[in-house]
C-alpha cells in the first residue's frame, strides 16, 4: 500500500481547516466502496486546495510525496470504475439542507485547449471573446443563495462530431448511452436532473443566462418537464404581449425590448446588494404578461395562452435598460423575480474565486469519464472552501454546515 493512503497534508489553500478537508471529503467519498479509492479521492481533493496555480496531474500528485502517485491518480481519475454521480448526490443533499439555495443556478463554462483529442473539443465563437476558439464547453447546475453558490452536476457538451465517429467515442470512451444533444437541451439536462427522486433535493426554479441560446426552445423544454425557469433573454426576442393595460399590442409580436419600454412608467425602484463590490445599488424594475409565438402556435385550439411575466431592469441615472429576464412563474412579483435572475452572478463570482482556483477547467485527460471524475471533485473542493469562508463569517447556518 503506496503513501497515497496517509491521511490528507496540511498545506491547505485559503484558510480551510485542515480537519474539515478530511470530514468532508469522507464524507462525500463515502459511495466509493474500495478503500484505496476513497483515499485517493481525499489526496485528490487536497491537492486542488494546496497546489497553486495549474492542477496537472503531476502536482496535484506531488501531494503524495512520490512519483509513483501520478500513475495511480490518473487511473483513478480516468480509467477507475468509481460512480461521480453518487459523490454528486450526496454533495447535492449535504449542500441543499445546510446552504438553503433559493434557485438552481444554470451556468456555461467554456475550457480552452491547444489540440484536438480532449474529449468534446471543437472550434465554436465565443461572443464574450469576440473570436473562434479551440476548447471544450460545458454547462453546470448549481445550488445557490445570495451569500454563497456551488457547483453540484455538469453535463459536458458533446459536438456531431465526436458522437458521429465511432474511433473518436472508442478512444474518449464515451458511453453508448450518451446521445446527441443540442446546446440547449444539454444545457436544460444538466438542472432538469437535479428534479429526480434518486437526488432527494427540494425543488427550486431554474435561473440561466440564456442570451447565447435559443430562449424558445429553452422555454418549451422547461415547460415541458414543468420546471418554473427564470431565464435572462436578448432584447430583440420575439414576443407577443398579453397585458391588458397596454393598449395596441393586439396579436402582433414585439421585440422583448419594445415591450417592457411600454411597461416602464408602472416600474418601482429597489436597492440590491452587488456581490461583486458589496455594496447595494438602486434599479428600476417592471413587468409586464406575455408569450411566446412559438407556445401559442403549438397550443391546443380552445386553450388558454400559457402566459409568461417579462421583467426589466432600469440602470444609471438616466434610466437605461440594462436587463430583461423571462419568466413562467407569473405569479411571483417582478422584483422577486429579478432578484432570482441575479443570483446568476453569484455564481459568475463564485466560478471565478473558487471554482477557477481549484482546476475546474485544469483536466488534462482525454476521456469522458475522467472530465466528469475531475469535475466532480473539483465541485467538492469549491464547496470545501465557501463553507469554510461561510463558517468564519458566521452566517446564520454556519453552525450546521459541517454537520
Excluded at 491547505?12 to 459511495?31: C, E, K, N, P
Excluded at 451569500?147 to 474518449?172: M, Y
Excluded at 419600454?261 to 463590490?277: H, L, M, N, Q, T
Aim: hydrophobic content about 40%.
Amino acid at each position: 500500500m503506496d503513501r497515497i493512503e496517509k491521511d490528507v497534508p496540511d498545506r491547505i489553500w485559503g484558510d480551510v481547516a485542515d480537519d474539515f478537508v478530511t470530514d468532508f471529503s469522507r464524507r462525500m467519498l463515502a459511495s466509493l466502496k474500495r478503500r484505496d479509492q476513497r483515499a485517493r479521492g481525499e489526496w485528490y481533493i487536497a491537492g486542488l486546495l494546496s497546489v497553486p496555480g495549474r492542477k496537472s496531474m503531476r502536482a496535484l500528485a506531488s501531494v503524495a510525496g512520490q512519483g509513483a502517485a501520478e500513475q495511480s491518480l490518473h487511473h483513478f481519475i480516468s480509467d477507475s470504475s468509481w460512480d461521480w454521480q453518487a459523490v454528486r448526490h450526496a454533495l447535492a443533499r449535504h449542500l441543499d439542507r445546510v446552504v438553503l439555495p433559493q434557485a438552481w443556478v444554470l451556468s456555461s463554462m467554456a475550457v480552452p485547449k491547444a489540440g484536438a483529442h480532449s474529449v468534446g473539443v471543437e472550434e465554436s465563437f465565443r461572443t464574450e471573446l469576440g473570436r473562434v476558439v479551440n476548447g471544450q464547453r460545458a454547462y453546470g447546475a448549481w445550488l445557490a443563495n445570495e451569500d454563497l453558490s456551488a457547483p453540484v452536476n455538469w453535463r459536458l457538451f458533446l459536438p456531431p462530431g465526436w458522437l458521429d465517429d465511432q474511433e473518436r467515442r472508442r478512444r474518449a470512451k464515451i458511453p453508448d448511452e450518451v446521445a446527441g444533444a443540442s446546446l440547449e437541451l444539454c444545457a436544460v439536462s444538466a438542472v432538469v436532473e437535479l428534479a429526480g427522486t434518486d437526488w432527494g433535493l427540494r425543488r427550486r426554479p431554474a435561473v440561466l443566462d440564456a442570451r447565447e441560446l435559443d430562449a424558445t426552445v429553452l422555454v418549451e423544454e422547461f415547460a415541458r418537464r414543468g420546471v418554473p425557469f427564470v431565464m435572462r433573454i436578448g432584447g430583440a426576442t420575439r414576443l407577443i404581449g398579453l397585458d391588458p393595460g397596454l393598449p395596441g399590442l393586439g396579436e402582433r409580436m414585439f421585440q422583448a425590448q419594445q415591450l417592457i419600454e411600454r411597461a416602464k412608467r408602472s416600474s418601482r425602484r429597489v436597492g440590491w446588494v452587488d456581490p461583486d463590490y458589496s455594496i447595494t445599488r438602486s434599479i428600476l424594475v417592471g413587468g409586464t404578461r406575455v408569450t411566446m409565438p412559438s407556445i401559442r402556435r403549438h397550443g391546443a385550439p380552445g386553450m388558454p395562452e400559457r402566459a409568461l411575466t417579462l421583467v426589466g431592469g432600469w440602470a444609471g441615472a438616466k434610466g437605461q435598460l440594462a436587463e430583461l429576464w423571462l419568466s413562467n412563474m407569473v405569479e411571483v412579483p417582478p422584483v422577486a423575480l429579478l432578484r432570482l435572475g441575479r443570483l446568476t452572478r453569484r455564481v459568475a463570482k463564485d466560478f471565478t474565486g473558487v471554482s477557477a482556483k481549484v482546476g475546474m477547467r485544469d483536466f488534462e485527460g482525454r476521456s469522458y469519464a475522467g472530465w466528469h471524475r475531475h469535475a466532480t471533485l473539483c465541485s467538492v473542493a469549491h464547496a470545501i472552501s465557501v463553507l469554510s469562508s461561510a463558517r468564519r463569517q458566521g452566517f446564520d447556518h454556519s453552525q450546521e454546515l459541517s454537520a
